[in-house]
């Protein structure tokens, strides 16, 4: 049976601040991503190699060995991000039933890429429709903790699983879900609902660099697992959260 996949529901830039207000969640087309942003996308796909050398996440509950990633935390006022000091990445158990509660230290990002102009371009444009959503809720301007994840999910073991823990929050205020690439499978289904509602909506993300912007609040988030079509296929991600006030956990693990 042929699979059906269902298109995303494209924003335009301009946009994106009004459908995150009155949707919950925003996605946009990889030129789009780089108009909003304000760089050629060029720039964005020069970033993809950085996904073939991802070290495995030593910290899957489920046995499993078909995530790799990378990770680094920042601080972004005013439009300019600031790297701080490597830390663990944390979630309590009530956002992350199968992860949470655990320190894990992951790889950190590779230098020669948090350095570039466009990283400093993405994080900065993540900021700056994190204030434009939040400030129409009347909360004044505070840095954003950022939190970036690079994932590879293959399918070596024959199943990808992108978010085992299944539906889920992240206890943030801003996620971005940017897909880098997709090469030689199926699956792989984006799936958003209301968290306090009966909306949803699915769909795929097929071409690299476009990307998925949620209320982390108000929406429930999941990727479906992949499984391959030819030999050696994977998925790549990008995720970016961004937090006021503190990191996630920065009373626990300071």
Known sequence: ???????????????????????????????????????????????????????????????????????????????????????????????????????????????????????????????????????AQGKAPQPWFVEAHQFRIDTEGGIGRPTPEGAHRDGVDLVAVFLVGRVGIKGGETRVFEANGPGGQRFTLTEPWSLLLLDDARMIHESTPIQPVAPGGYRDTLVVTCRRGAFQGADVVG
């Open 1 to 135: 049976m042929a699979q059906v996949t269902f298109s995303p529901p494209f924003t335009a830039p301009s946009e994106t601040a009004n459908q995150l207000r009155s949707a919950g969640f925003a996605v946009l087309s990889p030129a789009d991503v780089a108009a909003w942003m304000g760089c050629p996308l060029s720039d964005l796909l020069a970033l993809n190699a950085d996904w073939a050398a991802l070290p495995p996440d030593d910290f899957l509950k489920d046995g499993g060995r078909y995530r790799r990633r990378r990770h680094a935390c920042f601080m972004v006022q005013d439009g300019q991000a600031q790297q701080v000091p490597h830390r663990a990445h944390w979630q309590p158990v009530e956002y992350n039933a199968l992860h949470g509660g655990m320190e894990r230290w992951f790889a950190p990002m590779e230098p020669a890429t948090v350095a570039l102009p466009v990283w400093s371009q993405l994080l900065a444009a993540l900021a700056r429709v994190s204030d434009a959503v939040f400030a």
